[in-house]
């Protein structure tokens, strides 16, 4: 049977040009067996060559000029080769639906197979650390038969596009929403970029506890501070109450607060932490897997705190081959394509250079390591702090990037920090005078007025 399946697979690629051209793509010579997986790629090699189908007559000729076959095959090869020139006619929709279903099974029989290999010490080059990889790209088998969108014959799945409502994960901060159309896409990498102790992890568990009280799934993952101290500042923020004053409270106190907050969400939150620098995507896939599986759990928002400490799963660490741009711009691209991958947003945060930290306007330039980040990042944004804000209570928030919406509205502007209780809130709307794009607390005399200058000379 399964002969007959590989026999009439081939004989399609060699006489239906329509079919060949949606399949071959995808089917790989490793999925037939024998003979016929030389003569499918005596045949890929044709197409690939001329452009066009075989007749009976060329494809006897090259078979006569390769040297791939054994006498035994070549007389196997002669003896199918008028079955695979013979037009039978065959439905296309269920050849295409099985070929899919057996490149996929043939995908998952040799994936098993080398897994044994690996398992047993005799593969020449993989470790047991491949197995995951292995395994996932088998089971993601599957034929992608659309080659563009064709802007003419097209346009209606594109108004439909235009018309239909994204899910966004939303933020309980006025102006974060404004810039974002409402939230957060699924899919999406955003970077919070700050300097040391201005509010990186601050931001992320406010962001993390308030997607909490909306009812979502959150998973925080922390390499910089242990667990329980991503949870002592998320208890601050939901239970408002100051930090410092936590351990003060009663073990009946503190657990009718929890229960409370347990009763008013249906969602989840789980911190999970790893040595700093030693985890990675692959890391991250292993526990999203395996929550799912033991825990039930998916999160609807992912927070990696954060990315310049994180290890990349396709590069060694940072030595002397690898410069810093190529290897955090890796690992921005491996947690998008996780976020893509888990159809949830990430939320990570990265330095600013020395010349960034304490500069009241900062800019992508700022971004420390690698300028790869902002390039790999949906949204990107400047926390800033100075003597000025501290003493106002407040956090400035300066676009750097924005897939979502036009990054010139709302450029700048202002949130209110509680650092003693971890929030962030909304600030009065008169206090939101930050909307152009005027360095914020540029004091050059430039910017007054200008006419007590009339002597000043160049």
Not at 290 to 301: A, W
Not at 314 to 332: E, Q
Not at 367 to 372: L, Q, V, Y
Request: charged share 30%; proline share 3%.
């Amino acid at each position: 049977m399964q002969t007959n399946l590989e026999q009439t697979i081939l004989r399609n690629i060699l006489t239906d040009e329509r079919y060949m051209r949606k399949v071959l793509p995808f089917v790989k010579p490793d999925y037939f067996e024998g003979v016929y997986r030389i003569l499918f790629k005596e045949a890929g090699k044709f197409v690939g060559k001329y452009n066009k189908l075989p007749t009976a007559e060329s494809f006897k000729i090259e078979l006569d000029q390769t040297d791939k076959l054994t006498g035994e095959q070549y007389k196997i090869a002669v003896d199918i080769l008028p079955q695979l020139f013979s037009k039978d006619a065959i439905d296309e929709q269920w050849l295409l639906d099985t070929t899919e279903k057996w490149c996929q099974d043939r995908a998952i029989y040799n994936a098993i197979m080398e897994s044994i290999s690996i398992i047993d010490g005799k593969h020449e080059t993989m470790t047991k650390g491949a197995l995951p990889d292995l395994l996932t790209k088998a089971l993601s088998v599957a034929f992608d038969t659309n080659v563009g969108h064709d802007y003419v014959e097209n346009y209606e799945e594109r108004y439909d596009f235009y018309h239909t409502e994204e899910d966004r994960i939303p933020f309980d901060l006025e102006y974060f929403n404004k810039i974002t159309k409402g939230g957060v896409p699924r899919k999406t990498l955003n970077i919070a970029l700050a300097g040391t102790g201005v509010g990186k992890s601050l931001f992320m568990c406010h962001v993390a506890a308030g997607a909490l009280v909306e009812g979502r799934n959150v998973l925080y993952i922390t390499m910089e501070m242990a667990e329980e101290r991503i949870a002592e500042r998320i208890d601050a923020n939901l239970l408002n109450v100051p930090i410092d004053q936590l351990p003060n409270l009663s073990r009946e106190m503190f657990r009718t607060k929890v229960e409370d907050i347990a009763r008013k969400t249906t969602g989840k939150l789980i911190v999970k932490e790893y040595p700093t620098g030693s985890a990675h995507s692959g890391h991250f896939r292993a526990l999203l897997n395996e929550l799912k599986l033991k825990r039930q759990f998916e999160p609807d928002i992912i927070f990696i705190d954060y990315l310049n400490i994180c290890a990349s799963s396709r590069m060694k660490g940072m030595g002397g081959a690898i410069n810093s741009y190529s290897y955090i711009k890796a690992i921005a691209e491996e947690l998008r394509g996780l976020a893509v991958e888990f159809n949830v947003p990430i939320f990570s945060a990265t330095q600013t250079t020395r010349s960034g930290y304490g500069n009241s306007d900062v800019g992508l330039e700022d971004t420390s390591e690698s300028f790869g980040l902002p390039a790999t990042a949906d949204l990107m944004f400047a926390l800033i702090s100075t003597e000025e804000l501290e003493g106002l209570g407040q956090m400035m928030v300066k676009q750097l990037k924005n897939r979502y919406n036009d990054p010139t509205m709302h450029k700048r502007f202002v949130i209110g920090v509680d650092r003693g209780k971890m929030r962030l809130y909304d600030v009065d709307e008169t206090e939101q005078n930050l909307t152009n794009d005027t360095p914020v607390f540029d004091k050059s005399r430039f910017n007054e007025d200008t006419s007590k200058f009339k002597d000043f000379k160049l």
